[in-house]
């Protein structure tokens, strides 16, 4: 009885605890209510504000990258970059991607990608399952389009998370179709050494293009994007095959394997790894393009006018040139190749020894040696100063320099006389230059190099560069050089080029007129003209018109070549950029041959580009060299072809009556000149040579030499040895012809110091 009692009790109890739970839910059912309410609605604008917005196009999604790829004209890499946030150079369009490769990873990654809309619950639920089963995370379930949300918008991983994708996923398919979701996907799937895209993956562990892939490769391509890192090739190779076997049986048991390529792919030996390296190699272009281009480019990829076969095929002959000439001491070189007719850069070669191989010699100032006398001569011509017959003096000459004297010479040493323009540029003569210099004015021809050709650095006045801007005494980079002998092709117009293919030249300057610029490539390409200096068959002889003209620097520091015809225009330096000297390199004996051999290439490639432009404006007459003047051909005179611009055709006695009219010119010394008596020596032992220079006039005349007012010699030739003696000086000379005087010189102060 007291057990029965004790059991209503408890009944009793429950029952009253039963009627107090339902009275408290029922007074409070209302509050629990609204608890629920503003519970889910929170969630509600949680998942509101975390779900991100999703491209309506993936295909105008990328946007600006942050590191460019650079291609030559034909598509060959240049450069390599993985430092953008999203593979912006190696896309592939989805029809250029094997359909095995996308079929394997469709089953690899989402079995169900074209009949679910976002979000494959069935994989979702299986994969829980499995991570409960395993009590540790194996598979994330997650579909193409979520893994494509997960690079849109990355996040930590949550369950949470996992919500807010699925929702996101379904929106981007939404806006945009299966197959260009999977085409981005493939692009853009991550892999090891920060490589995105199955393109970048296959080139990074076999160096190969998708449709080169065995069936093997392309497996593993898909097995790989599981786990980037802890399956990447080159670290765990041994932890892939099992994988491959697996994802093979999955495959076969769905139809897209039968069991011959099954069997193979189970029997085929371990994957062979290449690293991806450049074909083809411009480092040095590359740079300066880059430094060119603007931040925040829209595309990934540049497509440069490089000509990478002619880049490589240049660069082994500046190569094999440079390690012939290694008694010359010479450790660098570059070469430039324009096309004239587009204006393009088609080659930047260069080489250097290991401490100098990363300066870029191409666009490192150079002092320009002999190569700045054609625009010297065009501006003369395009003046009318000159023509190409004028006969100019090629005779010892020295000039006041300071307080000093500087003789001017010839490289060979020679003198000829008068001589014709077109061979005195033909030969390169420095004389001459410097005569047609003092014709056209220093301070002129310094405000055309600055103005018209745009020479930078030229920052002095005229009188401190003087007679040097003959002789090219400034320092000019390779490429702007190349670009200035480019115009010679172009009918006198000076157009920037240009790395970037299908893009116009920005800058067009109008230098020289047609006439003046052809006529001066006729001269350069005339084996007749440099015959004297050079040889009539000399290496500066190409197999077809090319207008050629070296240049050797102040000793010997710079050797150069430029050449060109009407399609291409090659530009070439040797030297040390160490500043040293290298064992007397010129421009002959060094980069002509090598220039040579480029231009034999490109006429090769294009045969129908050969030859120089000339202007049909030009006047041809017949001139007799000897006497300067028009004459018919005689026993005496043989006459030869000569060309001029409009209005400086030679009439008859012209240049014959400025040869006879003359001049005396007192070379040395020069006034104010400053003599020093070496102490090392004793006094009588030194002497100082009066010279005289003689043109144009008869001979048998006779010098009187009258030093402080006393005559202290009388000679026949224009020259006198005179013994120093320290002090203050003044000379004068009279010039007689048969005791009567002819002219006497003004009086020329000069100083003796100890």
């Known amino acids: 009885m007291i057990l029965i009692s004790m059991v209503k009790v408890k009944q009793i109890r429950l029952q009253l605890k039963k009627s107090k739970m339902l009275t408290i839910l029922k007074r409070n059912k209302t509050g629990i209510a609204r608890l629920a309410f503003f519970v889910v609605l929170f969630l509600i604008f949680k998942m509101v504000a975390d779900i991100q917005s999703v491209p309506q196009n993936l295909n105008t999604f990328l946007g600006p990258v942050q590191k460019v790829q650079l291609l030559d004209r034909y598509g060959t890499p240049l450069t390599m970059t993985h430092e953008n946030k999203w593979n912006t150079s190696d896309s592939v369009v989805l029809n250029e991607i094997p359909s095995f490769l996308q079929n394997a990873f469709i089953m690899s990654e989402d079995k169900r990608f074209f009949d679910h809309s976002g979000v494959d619950y069935q994989a979702r639920f299986h994969a829980l399952w499995q991570n409960l089963f395993e009590r540790r995370f194996v598979r994330g379930g997650s579909t193409i389009s979520e893994q494509v949300v997960k690079m849109i918008h990355p996040r930590s991983r949550s369950l949470w998370t996992k919500v807010i994708e699925g929702f996101e996923a379904q929106n981007l398919e939404w806006y945009n179709n299966k197959l260009l979701i999977l085409e981005f996907y493939l692009n853009q799937v991550p892999y090891a050494g920060n490589r995105r895209g199955v393109k970048q993956a296959a080139l990074y562990y076999f160096n190969r293009d998708l449709e080169t892939l065995s069936p093997k490769e392309m497996l593993a391509l898909a097995v790989l994007v599981r786990a980037p890192s802890s399956y990447d090739l080159y670290r765990f190779p041994e932890k892939i095959d099992p994988l491959i076997l697996n994802l093979a049986k999955k495959m076969k048991s769905n139809g897209f394997l039968d069991s011959r390529m099954f069997e193979k792919i189970k029997s085929d030996a371990p994957l062979a790894l290449m690293p991806t390296t450049l074909t083809l190699k411009a480092p040095h272009f590359a740079r300066m393009v880059l430094d060119q281009i603007e931040e925040q480019q829209k595309s990934g990829k540049i497509y440069t006018t490089l000509d990478g076969p002619l ?98 010479k010839n490289y060979s040493e020679k003198f000829y006389g008068a001589i014709p323009m077109r061979e005195a540029l033909g030969n390169s003569l420095n004389i001459p230059a410097v005569r047609t210099l003092e014709k056209v004015g220093v301070s002129d021809y310094l405000h055309f190099l600055k103005e018209k050709l745009s020479v930078e650095n030229l920052t002095e006045n005229a009188e401190f ?94 050797a150069w070549v430029f050449a060109f015809d009407r399609g291409y225009t090659v530009g070439i330096w040797m030297g040390n950029l160490s500043r040293e000297s290298t064992n007397g390199l010129t421009g002959g ?41 028009v004459v018919q051909a005689t026993k005496k005179c043989v006459s030869k072809e000569e060309y001029f611009l409009a209005g400086t055709t030679p009439t008859k006695d012209l240049e014959k009556k400025e040869s006879r009219s003359g001049y005396w010119r007192l070379m040395k010394p020069t006034s104010d000149l400053k003599i020093a008596i070496d102490k090392r020596v004793p006094l009588e032992h030194q002497a100082f040579k009066f010279e005289f220079q003689k043109e144009g006039h008869p001979k048998g005349n006779a010098f009187q030499w009258i030093l402080d007012g006393k005559i202290i010699a009388q000679t026949e030739k224009p020259s006198y040895t005179w013994s120093l003696k320290s002090g203050k000086h003044v000379l004068l000379v009279k010039i007689l012809n048969n005791s009567v005087i002819l002219e006497i010189t003004q009086p020329i102060p000069f100083f003796v110091q100890e």
Request: proline residues 5%; hydrophobic residues 40%.
């Open 589 to 629: 004996k060094g980069p002509a041959l090598l220039a040579r051999t480029i231009f034999n290439e490109l006429h090769k490639r294009t045969p129908d580009v050969r030859g120089l432009p000339f202007s049909p404006r030009l006047q041809k007459v017949n001139i007799c060299w000897e006497a300067g003047q």
């Open 311 to 408: 880049q490589t095929f240049v660069q082994k002959a500046l190569e094999n040139r440079l390690e012939d000439l290694t008694d010359f001491k010479v450790k660098n070189g570059a070469v430039v190749v324009l096309d004239n007719i587009t204006h393009e850069i088609l080659t930047w070669n260069v080489k250097g020894d290991e401490a100098t191989k990363d300066f870029n010699a191409v666009l490192i100032p150079r002092q320009t040696g002999s190569t700045l006398k054609p625009f010297l001569y065009s501006l003369a011509l395009d003046k009318k100063i000159i023509t190409a017959a004028t006969l100019i003096e090629d005779r010892p000459f020295i000039k006041k320099v300071g307080s000093g004297l500087h003789q001017y």
């Open 465 to 558: 560069y003087g007679e040097g801007l003959a002789l090219g005494s400034i320092e000019i980079p390779l490429l702007k050089m190349t670009e200035l002998y480019s115009l010679f092709a172009s009918e006198g117009n000076l157009i920037s080029v240009t790395p970037f293919l299908q893009t116009h030249p920005e800058k067009s300057q109008h230098v020289f007129s047609e006439e003046a610029s052809t006529l001066l490539a006729h001269i350069l390409s005339d084996p007749f003209a440099r015959a004297k200096e050079f040889g009539m068959y000399s290496v500066l002889n190409f197999n077809s018109p090319v207008a050629v003209k070296t240049g050797t620097s102040n000793d010997y520091h710079d």
